[in-house]
């Protein structure tokens, strides 16, 4: 079983972009922390201070005083100082993309970096873990290599989606008047519902996108959809899938053919070799599919065992 080294320059690269992209995500973050506004407003000759969210809404922090006074000005310097270092390390980070591309970094398809792109814009993808084969595109990038091509050729993605925090994704759908359809149709327009399958989505190239979850159990809702739109999955059990759920996360940052980078959220590598050795297993299971499942559970299994051994001493 081959891995490919990427090479000393591509190494260097991705952890120098690396570092830039987890330093803009905590940049992020802080901003989003003084999302809005303040200002002064007079009420009966009074000026108050009052804060403003995204959605409008308003909220008095008390009558002008050296206090209030002192609020505002903080709120101003720390503003414009997290938005100067966003712009500053997103600049940067174009930097590394194109360097990415020039030094053969990545090569996860731009379809699925776009998705965990999209996925991260919207706020939904603590929601959402990817599992199945796309999941080796984390396990590489964590190694600093590239595992054979059999064990990573696919043309779908599978989302597996934590039904025990829905009402949050639902909440956050609807704030954004959005299904999770058309989030995947500001990725790529041509995406559709399978008319017989819709918890599947296929865009005009043939690449599908699954979203699965847990089969239904204490308060689960079954049939489920992530939002109560018209036009919206219903996403599938999957057998066996409470293992995943369950599962240590593992998250990793992704690099594109193209450059661009995206965080992967997946399962722990092993609680991954676990789940595909008892795929692989199962006598119902398609004999093509079989053997990719088992080649699958070894390649991680020995990637984890020479790349990333400190992996090996925990439980997932």
Same mark, same amino acid.
């Given at each position: 079983?081959?891995?490919?080294?990427?090479?000393?320059?591509?190494?260097?690269?991705?952890?120098?972009?690396?570092?830039?992209?987890?330093?803009?995500?905590?940049?992020?973050?802080?901003?989003?922390?003084?999302?809005?506004?303040?200002?002064?407003?007079?009420?009966?000759?009074?000026?108050?201070?009052?804060?403003?969210?995204?959605?409008?809404?308003?909220?008095?922090?008390?009558?002008?005083?050296?206090?209030?006074?002192?609020?505002?000005?903080?709120?101003?310097?720390?503003?414009?100082?997290?938005?100067?270092?966003?712009?500053?390390?997103?600049?940067?980070?174009?930097?590394?993309?194109?360097?990415?591309?020039?030094?053969?970094?990545?090569?996860?398809?731009?379809?699925?970096?776009?998705?965990?792109?999209?996925?991260?814009?919207?706020?939904?993808?603590?929601?959402?873990?990817?599992?199945?084969?796309?999941?080796?595109?984390?396990?590489?990038?964590? #190694?600093? $290599? &590239?595992?054979?091509?059999?064990?990573?050729?696919?043309? +779908?993605? %599978?989302? @597996?989606?934590?039904? *025990?925090?829905?009402?949050?994704?639902?909440?956050?759908?609807?704030?954004?008047?959005?299904?999770?359809?058309?989030?995947?149709?500001?990725?790529?327009?041509?995406?559709?519902?399978?008319?017989?399958?819709?918890?599947?989505?296929?865009?005009?190239?043939?690449?599908?996108?699954?979203?699965?979850?847990?089969?239904?159990?204490?308060?689960?809702?079954?049939?489920?959809?992530?939002?109560?739109?018209?036009?919206?999955?219903?996403?599938?059990?999957?057998?066996?899938?409470?293992?995943?759920?369950?599962?240590?996360?593992?998250?990793?940052?992704?690099?594109?053919?193209?450059?661009?980078?995206?965080?992967?959220?997946?399962?722990?590598?092993? #609680?991954? $070799? &676990?789940?595909?050795?008892?795929?692989?297993?199962?006598? +119902?299971? %398609?004999? @093509?599919?079989?053997? *990719?499942?088992?080649?699958?559970?070894?390649?991680?299994?020995?990637?984890?065992?020479?790349?990333?051994?400190?992996?090996?001493?925990?439980?997932?």
């Amino acid at each position: 079983m081959d891995f490919q080294d990427i090479g000393d320059d591509a190494r260097r690269q991705y952890i120098d972009a690396r570092a830039t992209f987890e330093a803009l995500e905590a940049a992020e973050r802080q901003a989003a922390g003084v999302r809005g506004g303040m200002y002064w407003k007079t009420v009966s000759g009074t000026d108050y201070l009052v804060r403003t969210s995204t959605r409008n809404a308003q909220k008095s922090l008390g009558a002008r005083s050296a206090e209030t006074e002192a609020m505002q000005r903080s709120f101003a310097s720390r503003k414009e100082e997290v938005q100067s270092r966003v712009k500053d390390l997103s600049d940067a980070l174009k930097r590394h993309q194109r360097m990415n591309r020039a030094l053969f970094v990545g090569r996860v398809p731009t379809i699925v970096i776009d998705i965990l792109d999209m996925l991260h814009r919207a706020d939904v993808a603590e929601h959402f873990t990817v599992v199945g084969t796309h999941a080796l595109y984390a396990y590489e990038a964590a #190694a600093g $290599v &590239r595992v054979q091509s059999a064990a990573v050729a696919t043309r +779908d993605v %599978d989302l @597996l989606w934590d039904t *025990r925090k829905r009402f949050r994704l639902a909440t956050q759908l609807k704030r954004l008047d959005l299904s999770m359809l058309s989030l995947l149709r500001k990725v790529d327009k041509s995406f559709s519902l399978i008319d017989e399958q819709r918890y599947t989505a296929v865009n005009s190239s043939g690449f599908e996108v699954d979203i699965l979850r847990r089969e239904a159990q204490e308060n689960d809702p079954h049939p489920a959809q992530p939002s109560d739109a018209e036009d919206e999955f219903w996403v599938v059990q999957a057998r066996n899938a409470e293992q995943l759920v369950s599962a240590q996360r593992f998250s990793a940052v992704t690099v594109g053919t193209t450059g661009h980078m995206a965080r992967m959220n997946t399962v722990h590598p092993l #609680a991954f $070799v &676990r789940f595909k050795r008892w795929l692989a297993g199962r006598p +119902d299971r %398609d004999p @093509l599919k079989s053997r *990719r499942d088992a080649l699958q559970a070894d390649t991680v299994a020995r990637l984890v065992a020479d790349y990333l051994p400190q992996l090996a001493q925990e439980r997932p």
